[in-house]
């Protein structure tokens, strides 16, 4: 079984090395590649780098495509290697996945089209740009595809897809051996919980990390042929 993960500058590490980990403790002939361009190191939006393991050539196929997101998630969409890349293999996977706003370059390589699916929540929003339903859920399971909400939701996406994959018994092992028992000493990881004040700071510190944004993946899924819904172009 190979596992594929799209590994690209300002990738946030931990929507990849969350996941990375437990499918890594898929067991039997599981192999797991970190992919790009080259082999050169790619940084992460944590400032180190992380060393692909193969790149698009040596990686034509996988039984499991998995897309982490970050601020670098625009610039891939614009590539069109990359998302040659991502069209050719996550048309032909078994399963086709991703974490965070990962799932805006899976919409954009028109790999969402009618299926439901989930993001960060500062992004949910931008997923019917391709097609997609969103969904307010950690993990969001639409036959083969598996998304998983923001960041941390990864760790949660992994085991649902390990359960999916190896079975529920085998899934519970891999959390136990990665003592995955979460008990947050803060109790604001969703802008239910955190509050208006602290989920309007939040929004202006990203808008400072990558301005204009939402405005500039709206013209990329333009130029890749989406339609905004209500829009009344065909």
């Known amino acids: 079984m190979r596992v594929a993960f799209l590994l690209f500058p300002n990738v946030t590490q931990l929507d990849l090395t969350g996941p990375a980990q437990v499918l890594a403790r898929l067991g039997g002939d599981a192999r797991l590649d970190l992919v790009w361009h080259s082999l050169d190191p790619v940084p992460t939006d944590a400032g180190f780098s992380i060393l692909p393991t193969a790149t698009f050539a040596d990686v034509p196929n996988a039984d499991i495509l998995c897309v982490p997101g970050g601020v670098g998630v625009n610039r891939v969409i614009a590539d069109d290697a990359a998302m040659a890349w991502v069209e050719r293999v996550g048309g032909a996977a078994a399963w086709v996945t991703s974490v965070c706003t990962g799932s805006m370059i899976l919409g954009a390589a028109g790999l969402l089209r009618g299926y439901r699916a989930t993001s960060h929540w500062a992004w949910r929003d931008m997923l019917p740009v391709f097609g997609a339903m969103p969904v307010a859920?950690?993990?969001?399971?639409?036959?083969?595809?598996?998304?998983?909400?923001?960041?941390?939701?990864?760790?949660?996406?992994?085991?649902?897809?390990?359960?999916?994959?190896?079975?529920?018994?085998?899934?519970?092992?891999?959390?136990?051996?990665?003592?995955?028992?979460?008990?947050?000493?803060?109790?604001?990881?969703?802008?239910?919980?955190?509050?208006?004040?602290?989920?309007?700071?939040?929004?202006?510190?990203?808008?400072?990390?990558?301005?204009?944004?939402?405005?500039?993946?709206?013209?990329?899924?333009?130029?890749?042929?989406?339609?905004?819904?209500?829009?009344?172009?065909?």
């Not at 399971?141 to 909400?149: A, H, L, P, Y």
């Not at 891999?174 to 028992?181: A, G, K, N, R």
Request: with cysteine.
């Open 137 to 234: 859920e950690r993990v969001v399971i639409d036959r083969n595809r598996v998304t998983g909400g923001g960041v941390t939701a990864g760790i949660d996406f992994a085991l649902t897809l390990c359960a999916l994959v190896r079975g529920e018994d085998h899934a519970r092992m891999v959390q136990l051996s990665l003592e995955y028992d979460p008990a947050p000493p803060f109790d604001a990881g969703s802008p239910e919980r955190a509050g208006d004040a602290l989920v309007a700071k939040f929004q202006q510190r990203m808008e400072t990390l990558a301005p204009g944004r939402e405005a500039e993946l709206r013209a990329l899924a333009t130029s890749r042929g989406f339609v905004a819904p209500g829009d009344a172009a065909t």
